[in-house]
Nanobody, 125 residues
């Protein structure tokens, strides 16, 4: 079993930056795919970024490519999402997710086994 705890959300202005953290406990991420999704009110959960733990390969949704960066700290078993040049349309609850295997379809929420509780990011214009 893996427990995921997100932190780092908050209220910022357009153009600002935030870094979200996702700390895992219970097991290490050694063979996992770890991802960030987000969900705005009235919208479906949207893929933001994914990372394959051992290879370090990263993948991004089109709406965040070039602005967001997913990274990891092996020693802390933690995944980060650095968000730069934030826009009002980035406002959402951001969720960390982990899958026990390397995923091909990493952008599909139902493929993930574990989810954090979410952290709110609000970007004002």
């Amino acid at each position: 079993q893996v427990q995921l705890v997100e932190s780092g959300g908050g209220l910022v202005q357009a153009g600002d930056s935030l870094r979200l953290s996702c700390a895992a406990s219970g097991r290490t991420f050694s063979t996992y795919t770890v991802a960030w999704f987000r969900q705005a009110p009235g919208k479906e959960r949207e893929f933001v970024a994914a990372l394959k733990w051992t290879s370090g390969n990263t993948y991004y949704g089109d709406s965040v490519k070039g602005r967001f960066t997913i990274s990891k700290d092996n020693a802390k078993n933690t995944v980060y999402l650095q968000m730069n040049s934030l826009k009002p349309e980035d406002t959402a609850v951001y969720f960390c997710a982990a899958a026990r295997i390397y995923l091909i379809n990493y952008a599909v929420p139902r493929n993930y086994d574990y989810w954090g509780q979410g952290t709110q990011v609000t970007v004002s214009s």
